[in-house]
């Protein structure tokens, strides 16, 4: 089995805005309230790590870098204000016509002052402290999001809402989220837990900590990578075959790399065709990855996935 690379950690780190701890359900500007009405400015907010960024204006220029943000722009109505993107953002097809300001060599923080944006929406490790002090001594005004789950997601749309005065199509898309979330959840409540591996390549998974893992958490399944030590842990071959999941899930490593370990052919998933490979490249695995817009479409597909028997 190839084994995951440093591009794949950073892209998938990128990709999930990366769970932490410190996320909030409610983040609030000082001047704003809980009814959709326009915001008013000047608009003191809290990012997801506890930074206090006060926005003088409605942005007109805004920077994203990283996918899960641009497409929370878009889905608000606010994509026409983003000038700036990471080359990782493929959604929705708008988003690529964007001018790209960083990849994985990290972020061009020449290309980005020249833009002169008015925010910079960034995520756990896109950015340096040194490129934040950087960009911030220029006037650019930086907003970091990290969701631990989904709920933080929610949060993260609402405060791009109030941020880009676009607070009622922020509630609506939230609003339409919740609703599928709890048709998805009601359809599970009364399923028996399963013990699930999330294979990132290599053994890499998911642990105590990720997005994926408080997405697991929400679907009553058992992760067993959540016993391991850290968010991104690489599990032995031994540690996978004796956890013996119920239902295998391959993000990166394809079906015949797979058949071709010795020994996943004995663990209950294998034997019993609960394996499930969702391509890397396709929409299904940014869903399942990327703690945005489309997070509860990814919430569908793990549920589907885990327990088919309860969307027959």
Known sequence: MKKITKSLIVLMLLSLVFAAAGCSG???????????????????ITDDFGNKVTIDKEPAKI??????????????GAGSKLIGRSEYDNYPEEAKKVTVVGGFTGPNIELITKSDPDVLFDVKGSLTDEQKTLLQNTGVKIVSFNPANIDGVYADIKLAGQICNAQAKAKELTDSMQAKRAEILSKIKNVESKKVFVDLGGFYSAGEGSFINSMLKELKAENIAAKSSGEWPQLSLENVVSSDPDVYISLYTTMDE??????????????????????????????????????????????KTIYPEAFK
């Open 26 to 44: 409610n983040k609030k500007g000082t001047s704003g309230s809980d009814a959709p009405a326009a915001t008013s400015y000047p608009l003191t």
């Open 63 to 76: 920077v994203s870098l990283a996918p899960s943000s641009t497409e929370m722009l878009y889905a608000i």
């Open 258 to 303: 797979l058949n071709a370990v010795s020994g996943l052919s004995g663990i209950k998933a294998f034997k019993n065709g609960n394996v499930k490979v969702i391509a890397n490249g396709t929409p299904e695995n940014d869903m399942v990855q990327r703690p945005g817009p489309r997070v509860v479409d990814g919430l569908e597909i793990y549920a």
